[in-house]
């Protein structure tokens, strides 16, 4: 069974508070559709590697995250390619950062 959706804008505020409240600063780095916009997530180190996390669903429709840009963290050039390439694709993204040391996320979800 799939679980519900939430609008995208409600989403991206609650993960912006767990960061927040978790010592782990965010911010938009671009608005997408506040309704049904799919979200990309970019987590950055202390040394300067970035991670993009890209949203999909699991066989059961549950919400997981993907590691886009590989296991290992890449430089700004190649995550910002990536972040052109998916708005190409899909001009209703979010772009969402975190300060990351760890190279995970502030909130919950399953990492594929």
């Given at each position: 069974?799939?679980?519900?959706?939430v609008k995208a804008q409600l989403w991206v505020q609650?993960?912006?508070?767990?960061?927040?409240?978790?010592?782990?600063?965010?911010?938009?780095?671009?608005?997408?559709?506040?309704?049904?916009?799919?979200?990309?997530?970019?987590?950055?180190?202390?040394?300067?590697?970035?991670?993009?996390?890209?949203?999909?669903?699991?066989?059961?429709?549950?919400?997981?995250?993907?590691?886009?840009?590989?296991v290992e963290p890449v430089d700004q050039a190649k995550?910002?390619?990536?972040?052109?390439?998916?708005?190409?694709?899909?001009?209703?993204?979010?772009?969402?950062?975190?300060?990351?040391?760890?190279?995970l996320p502030p909130f919950e979800g399953k990492i594929?």
């Amino acid at each position: 069974m799939m679980e519900p959706r939430v609008k995208a804008q409600l989403w991206v505020q609650m993960a912006l508070r767990l960061g927040d409240r978790d010592g782990r600063p965010g911010m938009v780095l671009r608005r997408g559709d506040a309704d049904a916009g799919g979200v990309l997530v970019v987590l950055r180190d202390r040394d300067g590697g970035v991670s993009v996390l890209s949203q999909t669903r699991g066989e059961g429709g549950e919400l997981a995250w993907l590691r886009s840009t590989g296991v290992e963290p890449v430089d700004q050039a190649k995550a910002d390619a990536y972040v052109a390439r998916q708005l190409k694709f899909d001009p209703d993204l979010w772009v969402i950062e975190f300060e990351a040391p760890d190279m995970l996320p502030p909130f919950e979800g399953k990492i594929v």
